[in-house]
Every structure is written in structure tokens, then in C-alpha cells.
């Protein structure tokens, strides 16, 4: 028989995290994981250098049921804290594109700082070992707590005070994510918010797409923009054209947002008043149109845009001084405001992260432990998904340390 106060479920960035602060708190912890290796998801983010935070954090940069939710735990562990953390292990980091901080060598450097926060409060961790069933003790049989939890693994059977699902969502299952934190949670009778890709390019039909597949690894900077009055959303990132449709930052961030049926909008020149710029470019020059609009869109797009538009009867192989007001108004606002209905996404063989998860509204804000009495979920298990740029990983740290403490407080170490 093993005896921990907790068993943590899931050797990732929240579940090592969450593990290193609570054994530094007094407790007895367990990590359990299925897979060999710990921490795939870190090792692989960032180009492999780990965009591990964001020097501006709040809740408005994380999508959930409850926008509200994940503003206690980011702001009692901000990413000011885990920066002094990095900082402490002497890893060196830089800053990049809107506040993402990034490892200077690479994202072993984070994993290594986890583990060795683990050995400091001396966590045990199994792997591989997988957790096949979870059972609940209104009084514990073993004198761990109030309640406890007994649980069969590959190693036997473990009985512990209280258990953390750390086990992440179901994107990117060639490194091993599965839905066992949903199950879990379904067999205490929590409620699901529906999972779903995110973080994802976007695919549309393959016959109206022809056109555009040959623009393949072209970008630009865009506008993008999905929803109508209250749910609209939008970003000023890149935009990457694919074989299957749109990828790069400013399409895995309006994916989060994007609803199956729905349309996307772009705005392909954001800093350019288009049609003030078409109306000028009539007054004083000869050009074509077809070369105007290549001075505002790189010319691979402006001269698949001008094909696109002869087959519908356009000629923008003329003078731009010989085009009506209106033809131009018209051709601006199409550019300024391209509206796209794409089928599908890449799906979570392509999401950097899962939305949805453990609804918010069986959480505690403050220290992560579900109404099923000891048992807790953190990272993104849960419904709170941030934008691209580190705010995942924040949250992964953030509802952990929450979650230590609430364990620390539940708890009475053995």
C-alpha cells in the first residue's frame, strides 16, 4: 500500500508545477503520469525554446464560460512571480513580439527548473504508470483525512487525502494528451464545457480554396475578425496561407473565438485607409489598378485577387484613372473587409490547446478543488484557455500555485 496526502495526475507544466510548490508547502506528493517523458507539451512550445509567459496577464486574455474565473489565481501568482522563479534558476530569457517571453537556449531549461522545484520538496513522481480506476471515501479508512481517495495504478494501489487532475485537453495526441480529467470528472458528476480545438488553423472546401492553395507559405499582417456586436472578436497578427486554408498567429487566435458556420473577416491592408488611398491613387496616377493593389498586398495575393475577379467580370488590368468612384468604393471595401466561411479546423492533431474542459462553475476560484470534496483541477483540464503569446503556460502556473495552497490549507501533512 502507498500512502500520499496528494496524488497529482499529469506530469505537465501545471501538474509539476503545482507538485514542487505543495511538496514545498509540507505535503507528501505523488506525480503520476502515463507517459515515459515529462512535460512534452513545454518541450515542444515556442519552436522549442518554450514561450513560457507574457509580461501583461489578465483575464480578458483567457476565453471560458466564466471570463471571470481565472482573474483570482492570475492575480495571486502573476507572471512577475514565475519570472523571479526563472530568474532564481538563472535561465536566461528574452522578450519578443507583444510582451512573449521566450528561453534564450531552450525549453529543457524550464523542464529542468520544474524538476529540480520538485526535488525540493520532495516529490515522488512515477512514470510510466497509468491511474485506471478513482475511488471516494466520505471517511478515510486510512486515517489520511476527513475524506480520502483510493485509486489502482500500474504500481498498485495508492491512498491519498486528495487528487489533482492535471491532465491537460486532447490537442496534440502524438504526445500523448488523452481524456482522462474529463472522465474523471464525469464520474463525480462535474459538468463538461463541450472540448474543442483551439489555437488552430482553419481549413475551408478544397475546390473554392484552389486558388488560394498556390499562395502556400505566403504572410502577411492582418486584421482578422469573427462574431457581430457582443461576440465579436479581433486581432492585428500574421496571417499564413496553407494548401487547406489559414494558419500563422492571427488565425490560431481567432480560432478560439470562431463558431462552426460562422465567417471570418479581414482586413488585408490594416494600416492603410483603403479606399482613401485607391481615390488619391485615381487623381494622380496612370497605373493599373492591378499594380495599385499590388502596393498594398504582396503581388502574389494581388495577382491571384485580380484573376479571382476577372472570372467574376472585373478588369483591374486598366488605368486606375479610368475605374468609377463606385467600382473602387466597392473594391476597397471587399479588401478591407474579405469575408471567408471556413468548414472546418486541422483539428487537435494541429491545436496548440483544447477550449472548454471542467466547467468553472463546480471550481473553486481560489484554490482550484472541485464540490467533489478533494478533488482538484488545474491548467487546461479547465475551461480557461488563454490567447496564443504565453498565456497558457501562465495559467498552467498560476491555478497551480492556487492549488497547492488550497491543498496546503485541506490537507495535514502525514
Not at 466520505?138 to 476527513?146: D, E, K, L, N, V
Not at 465579436?232 to 492571427?250: I, K, N, Q, V, W
Not at 491613387?281 to 495599385?292: D, G, M, Q
Not at 479588401?335 to 477550449?355: C, D, I, M, N
Amino acid at each position: 500500500m502507498h500512502s500520499f496526502d496528494v496524488v497529482i495526475v499529469g506530469a505537465g507544466a501545471a501538474g509539476l508545477f503545482c507538485a514542487g510548490v505543495a511538496g514545498q508547502l509540507g505535503l507528501k506528493v505523488l506525480v503520476v503520469d502515463h507517459s515515459e517523458k515529462v512535460a512534452e507539451k513545454i518541450r515542444i512550445s515556442g519552436g522549442g525554446r518554450c514561450n513560457f509567459t507574457n509580461t501583461d496577464v489578465t483575464a480578458a486574455n483567457f476565453l471560458s464560460d466564466n471570463p471571470r474565473f481565472a482573474k483570482s489565481a492570475l492575480s495571486r501568482y502573476t507572471p512577475r512571480d514565475f519570472l523571479a522563479l526563472v530568474q532564481k534558476h538563472q535561465i536566461p530569457f528574452h522578450e519578443k513580439h507583444k510582451g512573449q517571453l521566450f528561453c534564450d537556449r531552450s525549453a529543457e531549461d524550464i523542464i529542468a527548473m520544474l524538476l529540480a522545484e520538485c526535488a525540493a520538496g520532495g516529490v515522488e513522481r512515477w512514470q510510466p504508470c497509468a491511474v485506471k480506476n478513482i475511488r471516494f471515501f466520505t471517511s478515510s479508512p486510512h486515517g489520511i483525512c476527513a475524506s480520502s481517495y483510493e485509486m489502482d495504478s500500474d504500481r498498485g494501489t495508492i491512498h491519498c487525502g486528495a487528487v489533482v487532475m492535471a491532465t491537460g485537453g486532447l490537442s496534440i495526441p502524438k504526445i500523448g494528451a488523452t481524456d482522462f480529467g474529463y472522465r474523471v470528472a464525469q464520474q463525480f458528476d462535474l459538468p463538461l464545457v463541450t472540448p474543442r480545438p483551439a489555437l488552430v488553423p482553419l481549413t475551408f472546401d478544397e475546390t473554392a480554396w484552389a486558388p488560394f492553395a498556390q499562395l502556400s507559405g505566403l504572410s502577411l499582417p492582418v486584421e482578422i475578425a469573427t462574431g457581430s456586436k457582443k461576440t465579436s472578436m479581433a486581432f492585428r497578427e500574421d496571417l499564413l496561407f496553407t494548401h487547406r486554408g489559414l494558419s500563422g498567429p492571427g488565425v490560431l487566435q481567432i480560432s478560439s473565438y470562431w463558431q462552426e458556420g460562422t465567417p471570418i473577416r479581414l482586413n488585408l491592408a490594416p494600416d492603410t485607409p483603403m479606399a482613401q488611398h485607391l481615390s488619391e491613387a485615381k487623381a494622380t496616377s496612370r497605373r493599373l489598378i492591378a499594380n495599385e493593389l499590388a502596393a498594398l498586398v504582396p503581388a502574389r495575393l494581388a495577382d491571384t485577387w485580380v484573376a479571382q475577379d476577372a472570372a467574376l467580370g472585373h478588369n483591374w488590368h486598366r488605368p486606375i484613372n479610368e475605374a468609377s468612384d463606385k467600382a473602387l468604393t466597392a473594391l476597397a471595401e471587399r479588401l478591407s473587409r474579405w469575408e471567408l466561411t471556413p468548414t472546418g479546423t486541422e483539428g487537435y492533431k494541429k491545436a496548440e490547446v483544447t477550449a472548454g474542459g471542467v466547467d468553472t462553475k463546480v471550481l473553486s476560484s481560489q484554490t482550484l478543488e472541485s464540490k467533489q470534496p478533494g478533488l482538484f483541477f488545474i491548467g487546461e483540464v479547465v475551461d480557461v484557455t488563454g490567447w496564443l503569446g504565453g498565456y497558457n503556460f501562465q495559467w498552467a502556473w498560476s491555478s497551480a500555485f492556487a492549488c497547492a495552497h488550497g491543498l496546503a490549507a485541506r490537507l495535514k501533512p502525514l
